[in-house]
């Protein structure tokens, strides 16, 4: 993970500074022999121990606010998904409402007076009814009462009624349009 890393690569340039340092210094002993030391390797090695203290916590920090801040980002992908969900979740129970309305629109005991009638008696009063009442109606029969009077009816508004009939069986059907 970045933060790590760049947590790891400061620790290196310490590890990698304390070397650089120590090379530094013996290649000035080794030039300056006679004079005396100045500085104590000892000391140096302190400070240079303090530098990577005093680094190590503004490195954690960073880390954490990385971290932080892919957190939050994640959070609001997450809060972003859940708002879809809840808008489909919607769209869903508005549509099996409006399913469950067409059908009850056939259960006023229509059904009943069209199960008995001949089917071209049945096409032709169907032809005159509104298509989503029609629809629904012959929904309700039975498959073969339904291809018989559907048979009577004119071709178009046949061809309209099994589309209705189509379009409130399929699970990808949403509030979008009426099917009228």
Do not use: H
Not at 105 to 129: E, F, H, R
Request: hydrophobic share 45%.
């Amino acid at each position: 993970m970045i933060p790590n890393a760049i947590a790891r690569n400061m620790l290196i340039g310490c590890s990698l500074a304390t070397a650089a340092l120590l090379l530094s210094l013996g290649a000035a002993l080794a030039q300056e022999a006679p004079k005396p030391v100045a500085a104590d390797p000892a000391s140096s090695q302190d400070e240079i121990r303090q530098f990577c203290t005093n680094i190590a916590d503004p490195a954690r920090d960073q880390r954490y606010l990385l971290q932080k801040q892919e957190l939050e980002k994640l959070q609001a992908d997450v809060d972003q998904r859940i708002a879809t969900m809840d808008k489909r979740k919607a769209e869903y129970e508005d549509w099996l409402k409006k399913r469950d309305d067409f059908l009850k629109t056939a259960d006023l005991g229509l059904v009943d007076i069209y199960k008995n009638m001949k089917p071209d008696a049945a096409a032709a009063s169907l032809n005159d009814v509104r298509t989503v009442v029609a629809a629904a109606i012959i929904m309700k029969l039975s498959a073969r009462q339904s291809s018989l009077i559907l048979a009577e009816m004119d071709a178009k508004k046949a061809a309209v009624i099994t589309n209705i009939i189509a379009s409130a069986s399929d699970p990808n059907t949403s509030k979008s349009k009426d099917p009228s």
